[in-house]
Every structure is written in C-alpha cells, then in structure tokens.
C-alpha cells in the first residue's frame, strides 16, 4: 500500500499548490509572472517519491515540509518543565527541527480536500522525539483568488508540552538560478545572537548598521552579505519580509503572528534530483520560517514555547504573491 499522496489545489488566477501528506509539504507552488505564465517558486524535487527515498532522506534540507514539534534548535539536548527533564534527540547537545523523525519525516492525514484548501491532521504521541504529552496537529494550506497561500498551524495536547511549528519552504522567485539579484526587505531591527553550533545565547543584538539590517529594499548579495541561517525579531506580528524578482516581476510579502521569522539563505544544495535549476548556481534559494524563539525553552526571558491541556497554540502565516510589471 503506497502511504503517500499528494494533492493540488489551485484559485480562479491559475494559482497552484500542491502539497504532500508526507510531511505536510510544500511541493510545487505556481505563481503569475510577467510574463503571463507561471513560475514555480519553490525548490522541489521532480517526482513525489523522491521525497521519501535516497538520495533526498538522507539530506536534512527539510524541501516544503512542515517543522515540529520545535523548529529551530534547542540547547543541552533537553529542556525542563515543572521540574520535570525531558531529554531529546540530539547531536552534540544540539536538538534541531524536531529530531531526527520530527513532523517532516510523518505521513499526515488528509482530513479535508477542496478545491482551493486542504486540511492535515497529525498525532504526535507522549514522549515522540523525547516531547511529553500527546499532541494533535493540524495544518491548513488555502489559496485566495488574490493570490495569497495561507497557512495555519494549530495544535492541542494533553500534557504541558514544548511547541513551535513552521513551513520550510526554498523560494526563488525565478523557478531558478540564483536568489542574489532578489530585492529583500525584512521587517526587523534586531537578531538573536548565536554560539558556535547556531544555538541562541540569550541575547539579542541590534542589527543597525550590520549584515542583518535588512529594513531596506536591497538586493540579497549587497556586499556584506555573507549567508544567513539567522533569527529576526519581528517589529510588529504581522508584515515580516518582502521579496522581489525583476526578472519574473513576482513580489512576495510575507506576513506572520509570530515574534521571530529565521531566513535561511543556504550557499549550494546537495545533488539531488531538483524540478528546476537549482544546484548549479550559489544561493539558489531563501527560506522564511515564521515561528518563535529557537531555543525559547532553555532561555526563561524568551517568549513563552509551553502550551497547556486547555491552551491552543496557532501560527498564522501568509505568503502574498503578486506581479510587477
């Protein structure tokens, strides 16, 4: 029996989105162009089954998918609540993306398909990954007729538990080449500061005057730029970032209710069997993950990460496409 299935939804414009139930992810993302075609602008593999075979499950690139029960990294390969320790998967003390099987690498349940919206539902059970408590998952990717993919995370437990979920999707706004001539603005005027393995030290930095002041529409490779596997603070929950293509004259906004958006800007990808052109040019993409604090359960004076049996935790995110002609 073939666990995996995919399905596309797609608005009145042409808009595409078609997502995999494994891993609620992000596979293939059409977009209107200038041009008056359509885009993919997402870094996806070329067949759904690559995503669950060699060479791709090797390679922790996390293409599309969903990210829990943390995303981001944890410190001390454990993390406290009520007095209680609850020690996670973790390489040299780092937990990162959920674990070695986090959300990414389930096969979520497809609850509801219609045509511009689908629903997945995934119960992640007591003591997954080292997380306590049994919690239910569930995700919505919906498409508008303006053009908007809106994605919505929600889930509920029954044990005090550790939650922070986020998409990771690869953007290029030209379906390829490299991401250096996008225009980027981030909406933010601060980073956490981070140690040697990328952990967040509690402390957060100002971003006036260095490589991670992004409050001006600027191309991406301006001369500072060096890569970024780094963590904003939002100004404000709801604009987070806009990115532009000349190219393709697609303008993406990226819009969250989250405090923090990691950007991720990886300088080459693994050989894998990529949909487009991707692996031949440095910086062929950038990821923007709307979420909170990485490292938020090890560092008190950081937004709060513990959901409650009678709390639900909700991540709103929008990525608003538009043409510029």
Known sequence: MDLLKTVTIKNNAGMEVEIANFGATIMRLLVPNKQNTFTNVVVGLQQPQDYIKQPYINHPLYLGSTIGRFAGRISNGSFTIDDTRYKIENKDGVH?????????????????????????????????????????????????????????????????????????????????????????????????????????????????????????????????????????????????????SKDTGIELNVLSNQPAMVVFTPKTLAKLPFSGAYASKNYSAICFEPQNYPNAPNQSHFPNSILLPDQKYVNEIMFQFSVNM
């Open 96 to 244: 990162l993306h959920g674990g070695v099987a986090g959300f990414d690498k389930k096969y979520w349940e497809f609850t509801e398909i219609l045509t511009t919206k689908v629903v997945l539902k995934y119960v992640s059970s007591h003591l997954e990954e080292g997380y306590p408590g049994n919690l239910t998952v569930e995700a919505v990717f919906e498409i508008t007729d303006e053009n908007e993919l809106k994605i919505s995370y929600s889930a509920t437990t029954d044990a005090a538990t550790i939650v922070n979920i986020t998409t990771h999707p690869y953007i290029n706004l030209n379906g390829g080449g490299s991401i250096l001539e996008h225009s980027l603005i981030i909406n933010s005027d601060a980073h956490l500061d981070v140690d040697n393995k990328l952990l967040p030290t509690g402390k957060v930095n100002s971003s006036k005057d260095t490589q991670f002041d992004r409050q001006l529409m600027e191309i991406i490779g301006r001369n500072d730029f060096d890569g970024f596997d780094d963590t904003f603070i939002l100004k404000n929950n709801d604009h987070a970032a806009k990115l532009i």
